[in-house]
């Protein structure tokens, strides 16, 4: 009971932080700003974030996250904006919204899509609100307990867990584990104040900000892909979008797909890997097997709206979860997020809950806050959107270009960071043409310089013993359910499944 | 399974030579950095054992692809030489120029550059395109986030412009409470 007491009192002090009229605005821009670029194809989340966490570095720590959460899960709302209207999904999340989303709005009913997928997003937002919450303080009391050894095999299993999970290749993607991990060692040691990688560029010794990296992979190299197809004209589907209203007899039809979508994004939203994105598809999958009648799906089946959008939510939420409490990031935005902490001058991790509580739960209670503003401006918004989608791409992207520019050079105020972005864009527009993911890379180069640093701490401990993974339970768990992953992948049998969840997700 | 040969369509390949190559240049860089004992780490200890997980995992993807066909996903796609070399290009020269003429000309240069890439040249959209982003890249970047930019190559010329800019601000400015 106490507990419980502990949690409501908390909730109610992080309204009150969330509440504020500064930390309102700052959810109210996070917000905006993220579904505009939610509803903008061909620039993601994590470009979105990485392009605009510049302009947080000045805000106070709580106001700098309630700001960048709110983009974040922005940008999953208005990533099935653009699924409902133009069957282009906006974020890889609603990709599966497409299929019944843009059916829906075929036959006339894109409001009713749209009305339903802001319901359903909102009811997952607000369990998970309440998820984090009760789940957040006990698994943070464990963690606190954690020693180096334990950190080190846990950030294994959280690498190798989130390149099982991501799609496409196994291996490429531990290999761009490795080569974010790789990258994070530029700059100097912090131990012997050794310059490691550096070539010699003075420029160099303090590493490449994280800003940098993403907005080179996901941004510019994202860019460079988007022009290889010429593809200017998108045929936006309506002009004028009626129906907004959700009525009541689509609710009844799909409250059971909501709570269901919730549940299971909930879940794959604590996984490390692309949570929103399987929680989607596996929604989508769920339904259609529970479904009395599932001829509709495919042809505008509402359900088969409400599911997914609630699971892709609901994931992008309960991913905060290992990100606050352990200080391990489950996906590149999470990553970035927690790079964002770290620029704060906060150090992530379990103790962030009793050292910084009005950062915690503030920035929890600011996620209901901004869901609950996402459906009241959304809906009224459309319109506004749906003009947005008329710019064409070859005015867009000089645009995100431009401000990837400014973006990277008001890091340090000097010209080497847009330099470097220009190189690693490049780079990563390579390993794009080669099938490599982005995202495993971003996670390695955040976690890189921690698993170095408890790797050391665990070893100085153990006199130089390599057996003190396998000696401290805890650590020894993580390890196995990281080799278990590792095997359920390998096994021929799961692979096959593997790769059918993830068919049509192009 | 296909047969074991050479096969320079397949992303696989070339995927685990770049894995490879970056992997034989941390080990490489790496001989300089103090080994230390697993007891105390030097600064080599990490790099050089990433370097050589690098390599083993190239080896592998590059090595797979000698004994499979590439699937209708893997194979090779035509790159896109023109945006990938205007878009770093037109970054760079945007860095280059910034600090020296100012952003009225850094803009409009790198535009033009970034605007090489798209077929049909369009002058009116271009110079809208222009206009927007210039206002967007003065009055909220350089006024309102306080990026030290040049307006203009002279301090004077663009701090004119920069004043009035201030003057047409100063409602939103309000309006956000800062």
Request: proline share 6%; hydrophobic share 55%.
């Amino acid at each position: 009971m106490e507990f419980f007491n502990d949690i409501f009192g908390n909730l109610i002090m992080g309204f009150g932080v969330a509440v504020s009229l500064e930390n309102l605005v700052y959810c109210f821009v996070g917000c905006l700003l993220g579904t505009l670029v939610g509803v903008l194809p061909g620039i993601g989340p994590v470009a979105a974030i990485a392009l605009l966490l510049p302009t947080t570095f000045s805000l106070p720590p709580v106001g700098a996250m309630i700001m960048l959460a709110g983009i974040y899960y922005g940008a999953a709302y208005g990533g099935s904006t653009t699924a409902v209207l133009v069957n282009l999904p906006g974020e890889s999340s609603s990709v599966v919204t497409c299929l019944d989303g843009h059916a829906m709005a075929k036959n006339g009913r894109a409001g009713h899509a749209l009305a339903i997928s802001a319901i359903g997003s909102f009811f997952a937002g607000t369990v998970c609100t309440l998820i984090i919450a009760f789940a957040a303080p006990p698994l943070a009391e464990v963690a606190l307990k954690f020693g180096a050894p334990e950190y080190f095999s846990l950030m294994v299993f959280g690498l190798i867990a989130s390149a099982v999970l991501a799609r496409g290749s196994l291996m490429k993607a531990l290999g761009m584990i490795v080569v974010g991990l790789l990258f994070g060692i530029i700059g100097t040691d912090v131990n012997s104040g050794m310059s490691r990688f550096t070539f010699g560029l003075p420029g160099l010794s303090d590493g490449i900000g994280f800003v940098v990296i993403a907005m080179a992979f996901f941004g510019l190299g994202e860019i460079i892909k988007n022009l290889e197809t010429p593809n200017d004209e998108r045929q936006v589907f309506t002009d004028k979008v009626s129906g907004l209203m959700p009525r009541w007899v689509d609710v009844k039809d799909s409250a059971g797909a909501i709570v269901r979508g919730t549940f299971i994004g909930g879940f794959f939203g604590t996984l490390p890997g692309t949570g929103p994105v399987v929680a989607s598809f596996a929604s989508y999958a769920i339904e259609k097997k529970v479904a009395k009648d599932n001829s509709q799906f495919g042809k505008g089946d509402i359900r088969g709206v409400a599911g997914p959008e609630s699971a892709n939510n609901a994931a992008a939420q309960t991913a905060f979860i290992p990100t606050l409490t352990l200080g391990i990031p489950g996906s590149g935005t999470m990553a970035l997020m927690l790079g964002a902490l770290m620029i704060q001058g906060i150090a992530p991790g379990p103790q962030v809950m009793t050292s910084r509580p009005d950062l915690f739960w503030g920035l929890i209670a600011s996620m209901w806050v901004g869901n609950l503003m996402l459906v009241i401006l959304n809906l009224p918004l459309i319109g506004m959107w749906v003009q947005l989608l008329k710019v064409p791409y070859r005015m867009l992207f000089p645009a995100i270009l431009l401000f990837m520019c400014i973006g990277t050079y008001s890091l340090n105020n000097s010209i080497q960071d847009p330099l470097l972005m220009a190189f690693f864009g490049v780079v990563g527009y390579a390993f794009m043409k080669f099938g490599c993911e982005p995202a495993p890379m971003l996670l390695g180069f955040i976690l890189g310089p921690l698993m170095e640093e408890n790797l050391r701490r665990a070893l100085l401990i153990s006199r130089g013993d390599p057996t003190v993974f396998v000696t401290r339970p805890i650590s020894l768990a993580f390890l196995v359910l990281a080799a278990a992953s590792l095997l359920v992948v390998i096994l021929p049998a799961v692979r096959k499944k593997r790769d059918e969840a993830f068919q049509g997700d192009e | 399974m296909g047969s074991f040969k050479f096969r320079s369509n397949h992303q696989d390949f070339w995927a685990g030579l770049m894995f490879l190559g970056l992997g034989a240049l941390a080990v490489y860089l790496s001989r300089d950095y103090p080994l230390g004992r697993a007891m105390r780490m030097g600064p080599g200890y990490f790099p050089t054992y990433l370097g050589w997980l690098m390599i083993t995992v190239g080896a592998i993807v590059g090595g797979r692809s000698f004994f499979k066909d590439p699937t209708e996903e893997e194979v090779t796609t035509k790159w896109a030489v023109v945006p990938l070399a205007l878009m770093p290009a037109s970054v760079a020269i945007f860095a280059l120029l910034i600090d020296t003429v100012g952003l009225v000309i850094a803009v409009a240069v790198m535009l033009l550059l970034a605007n090489a890439s798209v077929k049909n040249f369009r002058p009116v959209e271009l110079i809208v395109n222009y206009i927007v982003l210039l206002c967007i890249a003065i009055f909220v970047f350089q006024r309102g986030l306080g990026v030290p930019f040049h307006t203009f190559w002279e301090e004077s010329l663009g701090k004119a412009i920069t004043e009035l800019g201030a003057l047409l601000w100063t409602p939103f400015r309000l309006m956000m409470g800062s």
